[in-house]
């Protein structure tokens, strides 16, 4: 077996495994036009339903999130995720899902029966587009459950306040050319207008290792661009996944948080307050 077999082997291996960092699929990943084709279908979709604001009980409000859910069929930690939230009665009944939900071919479906729970109990799923909801060609039957990939909504609070919250497609580590226009002018819109912004995608920030190579990590180009346009407009707060470990920094004004995976031998989902500042309590699954 020469050296071009062997390493195509561990490849098609770690591509298949479904919380390996090494992600060889990726070389399968679709391109820039897509991640613009998808944005345009998000538009379209919002101007016929937008997403609807929360309102929230109090100033301080807690919203559930969770990434990397990587879900096979294989594991109850999903099931558990959504008891943890279904029992909780205090918290907003939203859940920030940071993307990657399913791994593998044909697990849509499923994933999204295992959600339904929440639904019935009147949650809120809101979702980011993950690079592994994309693989396989997979991406159209799972734009069937959850078609929007960039949409915005508010959360108003009693003293008449309101954050706004922005859901960007990154699951190709790049926003595309009409995203990235858009999400500017979202900024400059909301620039003084809101308590916090709060951006919440599935690529992280500060990578430090090309582990993820090429389905899903900034290029120096992208990540200059993008944390300029976040310090400039005055962002509070972006969430992300996608490394599967925590990691909280703060750079020229934004706070940079990146979650902990649910996939993960100690996974994990986190109740989010937000308010005067953002805290974080995780709970392990």
């Known amino acids: 077996m020469n050296r071009l077999t062997f390493f195509c082997i561990l490849a098609g291996l770690a591509a298949l495994h479904s919380c390996n960092k090494y992600d060889f699929a990726g070389f399968a990943s679709v391109t820039d036009t897509h991640v613009n084709e998808r944005f345009d279908a998000s538009m379209k979709l919002i101007e016929a339903h937008p997403v609807a604001d929360v309102n929230a009980a109090s100033e301080d409000y807690e919203m559930y999130l969770v990434t990397d859910i990587h879900y096979d069929g294989t594991s109850d930690r999903l099931e558990r995720f959504v008891s943890a939230c279904t029992s909780d009665t205090v918290a907003e009944k939203v859940v920030l899902c940071l993307g990657d939900i399913v791994s ?59 954050d706004l919250f922005i859901c960007l497609d990154t699951a190709e580590g790049s926003c595309g050319t009409s995203q990235r226009a858009w999400l500017e002018d979202q900024l400059k819109a909301a620039a003084g207008k809101y308590r916090s912004i709060n951006v919440y995608t599935h690529t992280h920030f500060f990578n430090t290792d090309i582990s993820q190579f090429p389905s899903g990590n900034f290029s120096l180009e992208d990540t200059y661009d993008l944390m300029s346009l976040f310090s400039r407009y005055g962002v509070t707060s972006v969430l992300t996944g996608h490394k599967h470990h925590f990691e909280h920094r703060s750079f020229r004004g934004v706070a940079y948080y990146t979650f902990n995976a649910l996939c993960n031998n100690r996974g994990s989902c986190y109740k989010v307050t937000f308010g005067k500042e953002l805290q974080l309590k995780e709970i392990n699954l």
Do not use: I, M
């Open 104 to 162: 593998g071919r044909d697990c849509q479906s499923a994933a999204f029966s295992k959600l339904q729970p929440l639904s019935e109990a009147g949650w809120r799923f809101l979702n980011a587009l993950g690079n592994h909801d994309t693989f396989f060609r997979e991406y159209d039957k799972f734009r069937e459950f959850w078609p929007l990939t960039t949409y915005t909504f508010k959360v108003n609070v009693p003293s008449g306040a309101s």
